[in-house]
């Protein structure tokens, strides 16, 4: 594992994603899992808090106009440096309690392919918000060991991480990458794709929230089998009336936009397969592709891409969780 050097045992690990922030300490575990935003008032660089994780996912969608909703990361990258900081300053305050530590030394997690800036960007987010010396480590490699794989063999292991705002591929071998490739799309990609959706089909808007909603019961009615109904209710305004109301989008209706959202993944799937070695290929043929991340639980991302490689595709356990406790594991090397 030359990639992860620390300079000194880090204390916690923090999974930064689009969509949620996972913090785990040394010996405790998980210790905050909420919503990667914040909620400030005051506009142009006189801002201040009002709240951050699930206090501020309630206010998605309903602030008036002296607020605003500030996500720190777009696309698995910073994107608004002052909502990391404020993130990160909520989620230590959180998680390290009363207990008063030094500036603990951290791992977070971070896209592969990160430029140099979004690097930096991190590192001086987390020096900001008083965290000690941060390692970053790549998120699909701690993926993969929150997903149970031996990454130190010689063999090839195949990880998809399907995150919210970004969908990473990466081959393993001998604790190190031997391929890659990544799409800059994910959960929160498929729910604006499905709010679209519902827009043009029935002239009706629908918020964040319930874009989010409609994709887990979408999800969930697939889960159930044929016997689920097969039409969803969903509420929201219509451009026709505009009157609030709960209108009922039919399923195989969101079936195309989820098949057009996956098969963007299967691409970059083929690509990295396409370009790797024909040992690692036959170690990956062996033993299939292990999905991860919360984008995992939907079911046609496991069918279509066994579709589309003819590979066995497997969903870790709990895989909205792996690069937590991937990264969590490194804290005890
Ligand atoms: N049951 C489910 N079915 C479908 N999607 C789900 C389910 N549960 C969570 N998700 C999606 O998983 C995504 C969050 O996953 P995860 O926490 O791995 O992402 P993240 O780490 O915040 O994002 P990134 O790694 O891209 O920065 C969200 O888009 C969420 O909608």
Redo the contacts with the bound molecule.
């Keep these: 594992m030359s990639s992860f050097l620390p300079r000194r045992r880090p204390e916690i690990a923090i ?1 930064f ?4 922030m996972r913090v785990l300490r040394r010996g405790d575990g998980l210790v905050f899992d909420e919503p ?1 935003l914040c909620c400030v008032r005051g506009r142009h660089g006189m801002t201040s808090l009002l709240a951050a994780g699930s206090e501020a996912y309630a206010m998605v969608d309903r602030t008036p106009a002296n607020l605003r909703i500030a996500r720190p ?1 777009c696309r ?1 990258v910073l994107q608004d440096i002052d909502a990391a900081k404020r993130m990160l300053r909520y989620a230590l305050a959180k998680s390290t309690g009363r207990r008063r530590w030094r500036a603990p030394a951290a791992i977070i997690g971070i896209p592969a392919d990160a430029t140099q800036a979004e690097r930096s960007a991190m590192l001086t987010a987390g020096r900001d918000a008083g965290l000690g010396p941060v390692t970053l480590l790549t ?1 699909p490699f701690a993926a993969a060991i929150g997903a149970g794989i031996v990454v130190d063999r010689p063999s090839g292991a195949m990880v998809v991480e399907c ?4 969908t990473e591929v990466a081959i393993f071998s001998l604790g190190g990458p031997c391929g890659s490739g990544s799409v800059r799309i ?3 990609t498929l729910n604006r794709a499905l709010a679209d959706r519902v827009h043009l089909r029935h002239k009706f808007l629908i918020g964040e929230r319930s874009a ?1 909603q409609l ?2 019961d979408y ?1 969930s009615q697939r889960e159930a089998g044929p016997a689920a109904p097969s039409d969803l209710p969903v509420s929201g305004r219509c451009l026709r009336t505009g009157m609030p109301k709960t209108i009922s989008v039919a399923m195989h209706d969101l079936d195309l936009i989820v098949e057009k959202h996956v098969a963007q993944v299967v691409k970059v799937v083929r690509d990295v397969l396409a370009r790797t070695a024909p040992d690692l290929s036959q170690d990956i043929h062996d033993a299939g592709i292990m999905l991860t ?3 995992a ?2 079911p046609l991302m496991r069918d279509i891409i066994a579709q589309g490689t003819g590979l066995k595709v497997v969903v870790a356990d709990k895989p ?1 969780h792996c ?1 937590a406790r991937g990264l969590e594991s490194l804290l005890d090397a």
């Design positions: 999974d994603g689009t969509a949620n990667s990361l698995g998120e995150g919210a705002g970004t994910g959960g929160d989010e994709k887990l999800v991340g919360g984008g639980l939907v909205a690069v």
